[in-house]
């Protein structure tokens, strides 16, 4: 925490906007932090789940017999003890399956005294499996006489989305330049240092505790339960220290229930906790899409439409995942002023893998599109993208076709402030110049940019959170709320906002808000949401404290409450700063006094965003906001590698709140976004995942990471704590557009399925230059 | 859980006098429950102490030099390392010493990776002391020139306390009779099934989480702090399940300090826990005491004077134990109607071991003076000591000397009741006619009574309790608590009281109530006042939250909230109980409406009742009652043995709320009393505990049960919740007179200083057999 040193009485010192460690740091980089992984109960035993191996088969025979007779079993699962415990977004999955839909579809579950017997016991599960033809692609998923994955989803279609606005003819008649792709972005998988894990115990009147990785425990119980035939008030949920979450923990994995119906057959805890490669094979991805987008401008450089259709490859069931489309269609409409707007999005069932929610939701992939067509039509307009970008560039209080309200709209700084601290235009020139020229090493430079929700995003009845505020005879005050800790850093920023309210220092706050029977409802650490959802509701919740509090200091004082405040642990006078009376002195003060009164306040906070709705046009965040990356890069042209050596961002924050947290969450939203970009890659084969391994699956590590030169733009949002936005997507999104379109500026060629990996990226330059010394030379490769 | 098979749609019924098992009764009974004793934490070390084994030395030599070199060895501290660290009621106990006071007085703590090498390292520790003259005996210790224990308490006085009331020498001139006894409690001890434990971590701020079996979690951060140097807001208390408290963990005892500075010292987290031998050694006492009682009456048997004059053992530090005579002069001044009283009590330093608070506070040895005495009288009187009771019993809205205002007063029924339950006039005749008859085997009956604070007891500046309530979107409840759970058995009565408020079924009821950074205030479990306290917190807090979900029920219907009610989990109409809505389902529709609202509630509950004061003299319990016990014992003339057949109990308990606790606790309280009376006794020679092991001690097991007879008499206290008063220590007290009581109805013999040891009792029988020959014959031994 900085000190200010020359400090006069007067001055009231702000939290807001200082760096402040997270209080869970120290634990976690001296070895002390407990998480789940490492817990173990008293009688746990430990489930293993059998899984497939192929990816689409009937079971022709299931023998358990061997394995239940194993010394040290004491339980084991099949299909046919979980019959019609259907969950899932479409209700589509079950814990243990009857059928083989995808590699890692759970046959059986054993819960077993150790891993060594739950292991020795998978070995005696006599399966014999009758292979089906299978679908790899949703285009072979969507085709006429496709193998069948459900019964009951004929045509293999999951989830359907559309959204249209303007009339798209029009548009297209009034357009000089229109640009027509297909992206293929690809899979890839969270990659949380703490693999897959739960504890499952159940009380004697059939209550389930479940210690779990869920970001959103207050909705899980209500995933959960019909994956177990039981009512979602008989769940607790507890989270633990979680080794990472990054949004695959916003749904129900059939791990979950396998652990808790293990531990209804045996009375006992039971604990099932993935091995790395399980964790690879069975935990859920960021969906591979097939988008094919079209977007057009005048000669003027003025946006006319954008229309995407798109072809999701849903996997073998449908979670919470192929919901993305909701935000995807919001960056398509709404990733600058686009009049008309014509947006399609089917899911398709294959034989892969399946999704579920990924930091970005949707907008990795959306903006993977639109920020690299902004680039191309601007090369098509011959005009600098900057001006091309800032020419359709919403401005404060417009309305998207979607009816997104930007308020407090600083896309315009960002684009300004970034462009000239990396000194775009001039570079951007440069290296085109030099792009043709002889050289192995060719510099790059690349803008790019994306909207997102930045207030919440009101998907279910409630984007709101509870909260509870104690302060003690201490003056050490509590906060019970909604808000998971999930590692994003939302307790110290809790922390702060109460250090603000109530003048004390924020180590004197402690967090409860891993239990979902302690702590009040919320909707979960999704969309960016915590810090303004969760910080609205902690700074009320202050607020009333220090109303009370004050109100108590006036009458033991005899002055007025308006003319007082609370410092440094004191009550002072408002226009000196004066100390009249230790805070945690009047707090017993107001305990012992003949009226006692001790100071426990609640609170429900409900942000004034519209529920999104069947025909996804309202205003379904309480803010918005953009991110501007400029990614300088340089590309070896032989190898292909791409080497990001710097990358500027300036982004709509609203208001800082925790400095330091706000620079690891953009710096660690841009890692996760570079390894999508260049190097992390799913290899599935058939359905078969070929990488399930660190080495093999090249996650971005710390000598990869660049120069990082960060302008956090105030916009001062009204509806936000402090005038704080949600910040933590963008920067994940905006990444990969940026060192694509800083690819295109170094080499002239342009990747449509990411990652940009060296072997596509030599390839392209190879071609490029094929194409090049061609009587049609210089066309860019689509 | 009883349930109603004819109940009309009308009839609302009530779960209070229900019987309900307790919620962690399942666990305890099938060994699942993870006691602090089970407890183990990541990196955690194992703390042990380095006990005294004399009674009062000076330590001559202390070197730590070779256990600090062994392996595994992370820290040793002494005395040296605690300098000033002064704690205990008043400042005169240290975590390590630099003196030794008494037997298992602290020298040394080590903290080492197992508990091995702990118990090797303590070996390794050199110490030469230099034995001083001991102290041994109240009377010794007050004694002129005796050798001084602490420099600081000349005379070795420690406490002293005081109470009169009215003109005594004008209540002996009007006396025709005066008993005129000395009684000398014993020491016992606790004997918890789970020994002493304590778990301490520091975190980077400096602090610390204790977890530990404190009874009193709030007022226990105040006690701590100063054994630790540091301020009590950064203590954060956690209780685990306990294995019995029984007001031995009202105090800090040395080896929670020695955990923390251990934790402090290694920036590990460190675990003391004692074996039975260092249990029986190191753990509380209950205080013994010299009281010399004389109480006087009319020859129509009007009490007319009671004075007591109490030494007693203070041990070797003061903790909150030697503050008994605060119970104790309220049993000498309250017990039945007693126009003049003059009380003190002074404790002495010995070189003992000390006391702690345990159940009976003080009021276990008073009443033993007192119930004999009201025997004696009667007797000398010549009326039965029923009559002689009633008489001087007091009835409803009488104030003792004390000014103990006996509302609710039920006294006399408790007697009418328990004698005709017993046919205690018949028998008691009965058996003194065969007293002098030959046989070996004599019966007897013997009542007693006492009174108890009932309604907690403002001995600190606050009595009260917080409490927070939510209800969820499933109307599953979660209560928040101060209330303590130690096996009490509190945590079920909170979940009647939620369910009789809110209709809803007891296990739908979460407790929150063993942190003390998630739960309010409370003063701590003693004085019987739980259930009191918590219970009509529990019940104002569900009060608010039923106002608030019935107002948006009538607001959901279009009725008035007080045509409705709550029952079975749904809204019903108040005059037909037709349901109306199902509570869980307006519990989502109050949350997801447009102006939404989540039942969250607080409440802070302070009893009607005054500061204790340094006078004594003032209301200080919202509520008393009493209690008369009847004992029906066979003795064993020629062993002394004596068996206890029967038990009947008529207790005011206001108004029973759950049956099965109320039964449970009057039975197991019974037990430690009939253990205090017959067989438990610490064998203390010149400071050194000569019996540490249950092999000698002779707890009560249950084959020495006897069988109960039962009688709640609910006087329904206004102040109580639905009319209930606390109850549990009365069983412990009562129980050992009405024994006494009966011996003497069985043999004519009296015991003043228990246990009434077979032993003792043969030699008592033995000598009144040779006084009964010899010309004076038939006097009482005293």
Chains 1, 2 share one sequence.
């Not at 057009?296 to 069931?317: E, I, K, P, Q, S």
């Not at 959306?366 to 098509?380: K, P, V």
């Not at 910080?535 to 109100?551: P, S």
């Amino acid at each position: 925490m900085e000190k200010t040193t020359t400090a006069s009485l007067t001055a009231k010192k702000t939290m807001i906007g200082q760096r402040l460690n997270k209080p869970d740091a120290p634990d976690k980089a001296t070895g002390k932090t407990r998480y789940i992984n490492d817990m173990v109960l008293p009688q746990m035993l430990i489930g293993k789940v059998l899984f497939a191996g192929r990816p689409h088969a009937r079971i022709a025979r299931l023998d358990t017999t061997a394995a239940e007779k194993l010394p040290g079993v004491h339980a084991v699962l099949t299909g046919k003890d979980v019959a019609g415990l259907k969950f899932g977004f479409v209700r589509d999955n079950v814990p243990l399956k009857d059928k083989v839909r995808c590699e890692h579809d759970e046959i059986a579950a054993v819960a077993a005294e150790t891993e060594e017997i739950a292991q020795r016991a998978l070995e005696l599960i006599e399966v014999e499996y009758e292979d089906l033809p299978g679908v790899f692609t949703p285009e072979d998923g969507a085709r006429e006489g496709a193998p069948q994955i459900h019964d009951n989803f004929p045509g293999n279609k999951s989830l359907h989305f559309e959204f249209k606005d303007g009339d798209l003819a029009e548009a297209e008649a009034a357009s000089d330049f229109v640009v027509d792709n297909v992206f293929r972005p690809h899979h890839v998988t969270h990659c949380c240092m703490g693999t897959s894990c739960a504890i499952a115990d159940f009380d004697h009147n059939g209550k389930l505790t479940i210690w779990t990785q869920t970001q959103y425990p207050y909705n899980y119980k209500m995933d959960l339960a019909p994956a177990l035939g039981i009512h979602p008030g008989n769940i607790r949920v507890i989270q633990p220290p979680v080794g990472g979450a990054f949004g695959s923990k916003l749904d129900v994995y059939p791990y979950e229930p396998i652990a808790a119906l293990l531990a209804k057959k045996t009375a006992r805890p039971v604990k099932v906790m993935y091995s790395r490669e399980e964790e690879f094979k069975a935990s859920p991805t960021r969906q591979s899409a097939i988008i094919h987008m079209r977007t057009g401008c005048t000669r003027d450089g003025t946006l006319t439409f954008r229309t995407a259709d798109v072809l999701m490859d849903n996997g073998a069931y449908t979670s919470w995942g192929p919901t993305i489309p909701v935000v995807m269609m919001r960056t398509v409409s709404g990733h600058y002023r686009v009049p008309v707007v014509d947006f399609k999005a089917q899911a398709i069932y294959t034989n892969n893998p399946y999704a579920g929610s990924f930091r970005g939701y949707g907008n990795v992939q959306a903006a993977w599109a639109t920020a690299q067509q902004m680039d191309m039509l601007a090369d098509l307009v011959d005009i600098d993208p900057l001006e091309f970008h800032l020419k359709n560039a919403q401005k404060s209080g417009e309305v998207t076709p979607q009816k997104s309200i930007l308020n407090e709209c600083v896309f315009v700084e960002c684009l300004e402030t970034a462009a000239a601290a990396s000194d775009y235009g001039r570079k951007r020139k440069e290296y085109a110049a030099e792009r043709n020229k002889p050289g192995r090493y060719k510099k790059g430079i690349g803008l790019a940019s994306s909207i997102h929700n930045a207030g919440g995003a009101k998907i279910h009845k409630s984007d709101g959170i509870g909260t509870i505020l104690k302060v003690d005879d201490y003056a050490r005050v509590t906060v019970i709320t909604g808000a998971s800790e999930i590692g994003q850093g939302i307790d110290v920023v809790i922390m702060m906002i109460v250090a603000e309210e109530l003048g004390v220092p924020p180590e004197h706050v402690t967090i409860v808000n891993n239990d979902s029977d302690i702590a009040p409802w919320d909707v979960g650490v999704h969309a960016s949401r915590t810090t303004f959802i969760a910080g609205n509701g902690t700074r009320r919740a202050a607020q009333k404290a220090r109303a009370q509090i004050l109100n108590a200091a006036a009458r033991a004082l005899g002055e007025l409450a308006e003319d007082l405040d609370l410092r440094d642990g004191s009550v002072v006078r408002n226009r000196d700063g004066a100390p009249l009376l230790k805070l945690e002195r009047l707090m017993r003060q107001m305990h012992f006094q003949p009226e006692p009164e001790l100071v426990m306040v609640t609170d429900y906070y409900e942000p004034n965003s519209e529920p999104e709705g069947a025909k996804y046009s309202s205003n379904s965040s309480a803010a918005y906001s953009h991110a501007v990356h400029i990614a300088e890069i340089t590309v070896d042209t032989l190898t292909g590698e791409i080497k990001v050596d710097k990358v500027t961002v300036a982004q709509d924050v609203g208001r800082v709140i925790n400095r330091m947290g706000l620079e690891g969450q953009i710096e660690g939203g841009i890692a996760i976004g570079l390894g999508y970009a260049l190097s992390e890659d799913m290899r599935i084969e058939k359905g078969m995942l070929k990488n399930p391994c660190f080495r093999d699956y090249k996650l971005i590590t710390a000598p990869e990471i660049p120069t990082f030169d960060l302008h956090f733009i105030e916009s001062y949002c009204v509806e936000g704590p402090y005038g704080a936005k949600g910040i933590s997507e963008l920067p994940t999104i905006v990444i990969a557009p940026a060192i694509a379109n800083a690819l295109y500026n170094a080499t002239g060629v342009r990747i449509f399925n990411p990652p940009m990996s060296p072997e596509k990226v030599a390839r392209a330059i190879h071609e490029r230059r094929v194409q090049a010394t061609s009587p049609d030379g210089g066309v860019i490769p689509s």
